[in-house]
C-alpha cells in the first residue's frame, strides 16, 4: 500500500469517527462558511448546477439552496458516515419534492462527476486534508462548465502555530501539519488553467480552558489526522505534560490561544478561446 493510499484511509477513517458528533464542535468550519457564503454576494453566477465538495454534515447545502433555488445540488464527502449526517439533516419536505442536494460519496481527487458538470464547486476546509492538491484542481477545472467559478478556503502555514511551538523540544516528532501557503495555491490554480485566481487570508483565534480541550475540539473534527501518522518517541503523558507547561507561556485573561489562518481563494474556469471564424483555438507547445 502507498503512503498516499494510507494517508487517504486515515483521513476517511477519521472522519468516519468524527460524524456523530462533529455538528457540536464545528464552530469554525460554520463561521468560515458564512464568511464564504458573504462573498458571493458580490459575485453574480446562476449555475445550473452547485458542488459543495466535503461537505461534511451539509450544514451549509440549506444556505446554497437560498442562494440558488433553481440550481441542482450535488453533496461529495470521502466519508459515508458524514453522508449520513447530511441526509439526517436534510428536511423530509426536500426529499420529496426533490429539493434536496444529491449525496455522493467520493474524493475531490477524483470527482465522480462528468466534465463541465456543474457551474459552481464549493470547498470550504477540505483541501488541506488532500493528499495532492494539484489533482483536486485538475478534477475541479474538469468538472466545472466554462466560465464556471471555483469558491474554497483551507488553512495556512500559521495555522495552530501555538501548539507547533509547545511541541518543539517535547520529543523530536512533527505534531502538526505544515499547510500550504496562500502564493503557492495561487501558483497551483494558474498551472491547472483557472483564470483570475483572488487569494486573501485572515487570522482567527479560538481561546480555549486548556489545552487538552484544544485537542479534544481537533479529534472531535476528525483533526487529528495533522498527527500525520508519526508516533512519538515520548510516553503519552509525558508529552502531553511537557505540551501544557509549554503552552502555558501562551495563557492571557485565564485563555489559551488557538491560531488559524484562513486562506480565501475563487478562480473562474475560462471559456475556451476562439479565433475569427469562431473555431476554437488550441495551444500547441513544442516538447522539451
Not at 273 to 286: E, N, S
Request: hydrophobic fraction near 45%.
Amino acid at each position: 500500500m502507498s503512503d498516499a493510499t494510507l494517508a487517504k484511509r486515515l483521513v476517511r477513517r477519521a472522519f468516519e469517527h468524527a460524524a456523530a458528533g462533529y455538528d457540536a464542535h464545528a464552530v469554525l468550519q460554520r463561521e468560515v462558511g458564512a464568511r464564504m457564503l458573504a462573498r458571493l454576494d458580490y459575485v453574480k453566477i446562476a449555475p445550473g448546477a452547485v458542488l459543495d465538495a466535503g461537505t461534511g454534515t451539509g450544514f451549509v447545502l440549506p444556505l446554497l439552496r437560498d442562494h440558488y433555488p433553481d440550481s441542482k445540488l450535488y453533496a461529495l464527502d470521502v466519508a459515508p458516515a458524514m453522508l449520513a449526517q447530511a441526509r439526517r439533516r436534510a428536511a423530509w419536505w426536500q426529499r420529496l419534492r426533490g429539493r434536496g442536494a444529491r449525496l455522493v460519496c467520493g474524493d475531490v481527487e477524483q470527482l465522480p462527476l462528468r466534465a463541465a458538470a456543474v457551474g459552481l464547486v464549493w470547498a470550504n476546509l477540505i483541501l488541506q486534508w488532500v493528499i495532492a492538491p494539484e489533482r483536486a484542481f485538475a478534477e475541479v477545472q474538469r468538472v466545472l462548465e466554462p466560465g464556471g467559478l471555483f469558491m474554497f478556503s483551507t488553512f495556512g502555514p500559521d495555522t495552530l502555530r501555538e501548539l507547533r511551538d509547545a511541541y518543539q523540544g517535547a520529543d523530536n516528532y512533527a505534531h502538526v501539519n505544515r499547510f500550504i501557503d496562500m502564493h503557492d495555491l495561487g501558483d497551483l490554480l494558474m498551472q491547472a488553467g483557472f483564470a483570475d485566481p483572488v487569494m486573501d487570508m485572515e487570522h482567527i483565534t479560538l481561546t480555549y480552558a486548556d489545552v487538552r480541550g484544544l485537542l479534544r475540539d481537533l479529534k472531535a473534527l476528525g483533526a487529528h489526522t495533522v498527527l500525520d501518522g508519526r508516533r512519538p518517541t515520548v510516553a503519552p503523558r509525558a508529552l502531553l505534560a511537557r505540551v501544557e507547561r509549554n503552552y502555558e507561556a501562551l495563557r492571557r485573561d485565564g485563555r489559551l490561544p488557538a491560531t488559524f489562518e484562513v486562506v480565501y481563494g475563487h478562480a473562474w474556469k475560462a471559456p475556451p478561446r476562439t479565433g475569427p471564424g469562431g473555431r476554437r483555438v488550441i495551444d500547441i507547445k513544442a516538447a522539451p
